[in-house]
Every structure is written in C-alpha cells, then in structure tokens.
C-alpha cells in the first residue's frame, strides 16, 4: 500500500520552489540519498517549468496538478496541465544531445525531456487535455541487503 500526497499549484514560475521543497522533503523521509534527491528535484522542475512555459498562452490561468505517489521501494510524481498538448516524439527527434548537437544548439524544451529521462529510472509522457509527465525513482538504499553486514562468526573448533 502507498500513501498519495496531492496539490495544484499555479501554472507560473514561482512556484516551482513549492513543489521542489515538498518532493525533497517527501524522498527525505523515505531515505533517498542527498544525490538522488537533487535529481528528483531538477527532474521535477523541469516537467512544472515545461508546463509553465509551454500549456498555456501567457493571458491564461492555468494550474499543475502534482501527485506523488510513495511506495517502499519508490516514489512515482506524475506532473499534469491541462493546457495544449505537443507530439512527444516529435520533440525527442528534433531537439536534445541524441541528435549530436551541442548543448548551446538544443531547441527549447529538448534539454528538460533529455534531463527528465537522464534522471529518472522511468519515465512516461502521455498527451490527453494536456501533458501528463509520469517519473519514478527507485530506492535502492545502496543495493545491498541490510543482513550483508551481519557477519556470523563460525564456531571454533
């Protein structure tokens, strides 16, 4: 069973900081490293910044519906507007280093895609009334299992 944590935010650049500031406080209290977490926190400000600066025309209201879903083994964030939609693929043919072109030529918005892929362990965009941005990070609390370090002593002889 997973807790859900939920809020809707206003789709303008001020309030990135909130969302960073609870997603950090959230893969905290679930035992991510100091790392993993500031990844976390630039995947999501990438997804809120994408839909700030892309959904909506500048006149209109909009809002970013944020949920983070915690698990024992990971957290899922998933970043939804409802402003206008964009072709995925289209936007990973066209822009990000997977075409070869330097970091100073990359189109607005590829970079954010290719940073949201590079530091997530999933990550899955969907286009409905707008753009739903699905990550998860998994918790691997180092990969070793916690009886590794119980070293038993054989008896001797």
Request: glycine letters at 8%; charged letters at 30%.
């Amino acid at each position: 069973m997973s807790d859900m944590i939920e809020m809707v935010i206003p789709a303008k650049p001020d309030f990135v900081g909130v969302a960073r500031l609870t997603v950090s406080g959230i893969a905290s209290r679930m035992g991510y490293t100091f790392d993993e977490i500031e990844d976390i926190k630039i995947a999501i400000s990438e997804a809120i910044t994408n839909a700030v600066n892309h959904a909506y025309v500048s006149d209109e209201d909009g809002e970013i519906r944020l949920s983070y879903g915690k698990f024992e083994d990971k957290l899922e964030i998933t970043v939804m507007d409802k402003g206008k939609s964009f072709d995925v693929n289209e936007i990973k043919e066209t822009t990000g280093p997977v075409n070869g072109k330097p970091v100073e030529q990359i189109n607005e918005g590829g970079l954010g895609l290719f940073l949201i892929e590079t530091l997530m362990d999933e990550v899955n965009i969907r286009e409905d009334a707008g753009v739903v941005v699905m990550m998860t990070k998994y918790l691997n609390r180092d990969g070793v299992d916690e009886s590794v370090d119980q070293y038993k002593q054989a008896p001797s002889q």
